[in-house]
């Protein structure tokens, strides 16, 4: 299956400043997912993102507080703009491993805290 | 997107077995059933999944209902390391997105 590298894996972050969370798959993917888990939750999905056109986002994300870039079939960006306390979360990315493998793998994450 | 009801925990005894419950009422004929788990301070981990016939691997077994209306996940032999939330998803294994619930957070006692 898919190897995914996430970075940072943390980060600490003063409240009105932007974070760009990169996710680099060891593959070449269709479909790369962000999610966001907030704390103690489960995960949300943000938004699909397609190489060659506008990522397609969930309801409640919009593409200003959280632009996506995927430039290449193996790269993303998310990030996460003008940020405030409550986009303390963790942010994963994920991509699917192939048809009848059984299912999606998951980067470890990305743990931000805004101050 | 067809919606998947769990236990909010569950908790269970070292190495013995975990039945973990879910129900999908809403099914289509198309939807298959996976199971995730997600250990602390880790992404979520694929566990297995399934159409309608019982599946086994090596992490745990998937038992389908006949009406495929429920389904459970079993561990067969519980280890510490197995504490999780372990999360039932409906998905139609095409190249498309996967919505999670809240799933069963797993404590396992020694």
């Known amino acids: 299956s898919a190897v995914i590298s996430q970075k940072p894996s943390r980060d600490i972050c003063q409240r009105g400043t932007s974070l760009t969370i990169q996710c680099q798959v060891d593959?070449?993917?269709?479909?790369m997912f962000w999610y966001r888990q907030q704390p103690g939750q489960s995960l949300t999905l943000i938004a699909t993102a397609n190489q060659g056109s506008e990522a397609t986002y969930e309801s409640g994300f919009v593409i200003d507080k959280f632009p996506i870039s995927r430039p290449n079939l193996t790269f993303s960006t998310l990030t996460v703009s003008n940020m405030s306390p409550e986009d303390s979360s963790i942010y994963l990315c994920?991509?699917?491993?192939?048809?009848?493998?059984?299912?999606?793998?998951f980067g470890s994450g990305t743990r931000l805290t805004v101050v | 997107d067809a919606k998947t009801t769990q236990p909010n925990s569950m908790e269970s005894n070292e190495e013995e077995p975990v039945h973990l419950p879910c129900n999908h009422s809403t099914i289509s004929g198309t939807d298959y059933i996976h199971w995730y788990r997600q250990l602390p301070s880790q992404g979520p981990e694929y566990v297995i999944h399934?159409?309608?016939s019982n599946v086994n691997n090596r992490m745990a077994s998937l038992a389908i209902a006949e009406d495929r209306k429920s389904s459970t996940l079993i561990l067969h032999r519980a280890t510490l390391r197995d504490a999780a939330v372990y999360y039932c998803i409906l998905d139609k294994n095409r190249d498309d997105k996967i919505i999670f619930g809240k799933g069963t957070r797993l404590h396992i006692l020694p």
């Open positions: 399934g159409l309608t």
């Open positions: 994920s991509v699917q491993t192939g048809q009848g493998v059984g299912g999606y793998t």
């Open positions: 593959s070449q993917v269709t479909m």
